[in-house]
């Protein structure tokens, strides 16, 4: 046994080799970028829409309409923020390009934020484990995710920030733990998922301070910003999820989830069907939501062992399950993957399962894609290069690979977790549990706790 364990901890070495091809991806691309004058695929396909996801949504923050103009889905949080950190008269009667030409608080302000991420995960990492903590965080804020929100200059950057001073060890009051969390809610509505797990480990007071601080944050905010009713934003999300049906290639460029490539082969005429052989487009079509539903099913079935025997799962992989669940559910954009990986970076690595998990991670940060067959060029105005350019882009490996491999932790993880509950239900580990003596036993023969 203690050979096996040295076997494992020596293959703990991968993760170097795993830091050193994000790095490569990541000179690759910084080469790519001067040399043709465009950040390449997979980075949005707009050569000109770079921070658009900032600006576009700062017009609103200080022009009003946000709600029943723009048919915004987010609380208020994201426009009062981007009304304070950014030049009012950037934005008179401009839209968002102009805007950010002009707003250099908000450009400065997009890059202080990674900035930042970068200094609190470094710290974040350290107090977790020095071993890893330099692979990770490198891989984690270097990686093609992170660097996606950035070119975006996507809110999810900020957020990023609140779940590292939220979860983990760099603030220590509980309250204030409360707040950041709270702020991240009201960033990314879908955050909650991972608060909601927290009451497999029967933490209530922990959940009803977040709910109370999240509460509090959406009031205050609504109040500054005067608008973004629940009602509103209800109507919203109804509207778009109806509205929202991905017809066409670009919809599936860099997806976190199958949906819109499930869409685009079902119902679709884009030109990607006539690239795939038939039989190829009808195996997707069945696979796609074996994959896709068996994975949220393992992960309710660790979610019932994990409440069964809190103790023998870490909370990090709680919070993950509840993100995991929600997210495999709905197209949320690779932005949002480093939320994920936060989580999965936080396991250690031992046995088969959490590896595989935390490999996944480092494949997905490595920057780049590998494009299929003839690419077609594009000639339009490039942001970064301050000039027209001939962009290619083509059907790549990763539009395919990549949600799949996003399934492939909460297998791991899922099983791990049922396994090592299994584990500790039958060495009849129930005597030791004595804050949970007053829980009903749910299994036939489990021996109660005794003082």
Known sequence: MKLLNARRSNLQWLEW????????????????????GYLPQPFFFDTD??????????????????????????????FVILKIVGLPRCYE?????????????????????????????????LKLDRRTALQRSFSLLVGMPMLFGLERGNLALLCFTFLLLGFGPLVKSARLRWI????????????????????????????????????????????????GTPKEIYDNIVNWSSGSTPNNPLDIWYPNTYIP??????????????????????????AIPIATHSAQAIILLASVAAWLRPEVVPVSRLTYFGLAFAMIASETSTYTQPFL???????????????????????????????????????????????????????????????????????SLGMLTIFDVWKDVRGQGWRDRLRFRRDRPLLPGIIAPQA
């Open 17 to 36: 080799l795993l830091m050193i091809a994000v790095a490569a991806g990541f000179v690759r691309m910084a080469y790519l970028t001067v040399k043709l």
């Open 180 to 227: 950041f969390v709270g702020l991240a809610i009201n960033l990314k509505v879908y955050l909650i998922c991972g608060v909601i797990a927290q009451l497999l480990r029967r933490r209530w007071l922990w959940l009803e301070g977040v709910l109370i601080a999240t509460l509090g944050i959406y009031l205050i905010t609504f109040a500054i910003y005067g608008a």
């Open 49 to 78: 829409d770079t921070w658009r996801d900032w600006f576009s949504t700062a017009v609103y923050a200080h022009e009003g309409g946000a709600y029943d103009s723009w048919l915004s889905i987010y609380p208020p949080l994201s």
């Open 341 to 411: 990986f936060l989580f999965i970076f936080m396991e250690s690595w031992k046995g088969w399962a959490r590896p595989l998990a935390i490999a996944v991670c480092y494949i997905l940060c490595i920057p780049g894609d590998i494009i299929i067959g003839q690419p077609a060029p594009v000639f339009e105005f490039s942001y970064i290069a301050g000039h027209y350019v001939t962009a290619e882009y083509g059907l790549s490996v990763g539009m395919l690979l990549k949600p799949f491999l996003l399934l492939v932790p909460a297998y």
């Open 261 to 286: 490539l499930e869409y685009v082969l079902s119902k679709s005429t884009a030109p990607i069907n006539y690239l795939l052989d038939s039989r190829v487009i009808n195996f997707a079509l069945t």
């Open 93 to 125: 009667f401009a839209f968002d390009k102009p805007a950010r030409q002009c707003d250099w608080v908000g450009v400065g302000a997009i890059h202080l934020i990674y900035i930042i991420n970068i200094i609190l995960a470094a710290r974040f990492f």
